[in-house]
């Protein structure tokens, strides 16, 4: 079985700040994991995934994530936030060895940019 | 490229009354899913289909049900709606046959809100 727990259901920034949106994983075998952002009232579209490559992934807009098995994590972070960063953010993890194409998806964690 | 479309963009029911929900992908996409979105939940997968003519229940497919028309669509139908399935509905597409690995992205359409009074 696999999941994901967001930490956070909801984080605020100022404009210029860093961002660091926090993700946690369970998997029964090495995961895929995936961090998508939904604004609003739109689809979501893919930031950036870990494909058991490099730990330090890079995404879209200045996002990169970073696996840590040992902690079981896959924080997302950018250095400084942008005021169209504000959205939802979906953290997702996809078992290689589930033989379905399925994602499980986190809660979600709305950041909220200041100026 | 139109990506995923789905159509209609919303959606008001009544209780009992049936509906469908298209889905269309242009990306010449293996896989296709049906999903829905709940406030304070992430999406959860009601349908797959892995390839065309095969269908799989996902994690909530009590109400619905599917049909892979051919390679480009994958329609979801309530056939008796209830107020429980008042939901955004993500169709989503990716490139994966099964049994490839499962780093293959899913790519989303633009969601249909249904609300059922």
């Known amino acids: 079985a696999q999941s994901v727990t967001q930490l956070d259901s909801h984080v605020s920034v100022s404009e210029g700040t860093p961002v660091l949106l926090r993700c946690n994983y369970s998997s029964s075998y090495s995961p895929s994991l995936f961090w998508y952002v939904q604004h609003p009232n739109k689809g979501l579209q893919l930031l950036l995934k870990?494909?058991?490559?490099?730990?330090l992934v890079k995404g879209i807009n200045g996002f990169e994530a970073e696996f840590k098995k040992s902690e079981t994590s896959f924080h997302l972070t950018k250095p400084s936030a942008h005021m169209s960063d504000a959205a939802e953010y979906f953290c997702v993890v996809r078992g290689v060895n589930t033989g379905r194409r399925a994602l499980t998806f986190g809660s979600g964690t709305r950041l909220q940019v200041q100026p | 490229n139109a990506g995923v479309t789905q159509t209609p963009k919303f959606q008001v029911l009544k209780t009992g009354q049936s509906m469908t929900l298209q889905c269309a992908q242009d990306?010449?996409?293996?896989?296709m899913y049906w999903y829905r979105q709940d406030p304070g939940m992430g999406l959860r997968l009601i349908y797959y289909?892995?390839?065309?003519?095969?269908?799989d229940k996902g994690e909530v497919p009590n109400g619905y049900n599917v049909s892979r028309l051919n390679k480009r669509e994958f329609s979801l139908r309530l056939e008796s709606a209830a107020p429980s399935q008042t939901s955004v509905y993500f169709c989503?597409?990716?490139?994966?046959?099964?049994?490839?690995?499962?780093?293959?992205?899913?790519?989303f359409g633009p969601g249909t809100r249904l609300t059922v009074l």
């Open positions: 870990y494909t058991s490559a490099a730990t």
């Open positions: 989503a597409s990716s490139e994966a046959l099964l049994g490839a690995g499962g780093a293959d992205t899913q790519y």
């Open positions: 990306m010449n996409h293996n896989s």
């Open positions: 289909s892995a390839s065309e003519g095969t269908t």
